[in-house]
Structure formats: C-alpha cells, structure tokens
C-alpha cells in the first residue's frame, strides 16, 4: 500500500512562486517513480513532471522547462515540485502520484496507482 499526502499550493499573481510536496509513506510496496499531473475541467489529466525512484532521473512537459523543478529531500519519502514564473495557464488541480508497475510513462496517468488528494493552484493575472 503507497499513500500520498499533498501541501503546497495556493494563490499567487503572475510570476510568483509556489511549492508543492508530496509525502509517500509505502509499507511492503516498492514505487519506481512518482510524478506530478495537473488538471482542469474538462481535460484530461497531464503530465508536468516527474522523478524516478531508481536513477533520480526527471522529465518536464515543455510548458514547465525550465520553470518548475522536481526533487526528493534527502530522507526520499518527500517530493517537492517548486514552481517559479507561474503564468495563469498554469492554473489547474495538480495532483501527484506513484507509479508501482511497469512499465510507468511519467506523463501517461493510467500506468499511476496511486494518488495524493490533489491541490489548487491559481494563477491571476
């Protein structure tokens, strides 16, 4: 069982920052990757990142390159997504997830089982 509890996030003008940090807590089930997916109504959930559990490897939407940076503390049982130079685009319910199975896609949603509550993010112009 993998369970996934969401902080961060908030209200913010144009151009400002936000964090958002995603605690896993697994007792007997190991995840490969944990990755952050944003919604908003009437779209299909998608990928803005991710960090893989194995090589520390991570991969960003270009939307976000450059902008948004995916890391684990030191412990490994936090990730944390911080967002600089957020644009009202960015605007969305952002949730993150931990990939158990493989093969995992970072941006595909459906190889994700289990997932935090999810956070809102807004963005004013």
């Known amino acids: 069982q993998v369970q996934l509890v969401q902080s961060g996030g908030g209200l913010v003008q144009s151009g400002g920052s936000l964090k958002l940090s995603c605690t896993v807590s697994a007792s007997t089930v190991d995840y490969h990757a944990i990755s952050w997916f944003r919604q908003v109504p009437g779209k299909e959930r998608a990928g803005v990142s991710s960090?893989?559990?194995?090589?520390?490897?991570?991969y960003y939407d270009d939307s976000v390159k450059d902008r948004f940076t995916i890391y684990r503390d030191a412990d490994r049982n936090t990730v944390h997504l911080q967002m600089n130079s957020l644009k009202p685009e960015d605007t969305a319910v952002y949730y993150c997830?931990?990939?158990?199975?493989?093969?995992?896609?970072?941006?595909?949603?459906?190889?994700?089982?289990?997932w935090g509550q999810g956070t809102q993010v807004t963005v004013s112009s």
């Open positions: 997830a931990a990939a158990t199975r493989i093969p995992w896609y970072w941006s595909v949603w459906t190889t994700f089982d289990y």
């Open positions: 960090i893989s559990t194995g090589d520390g490897r991570t």
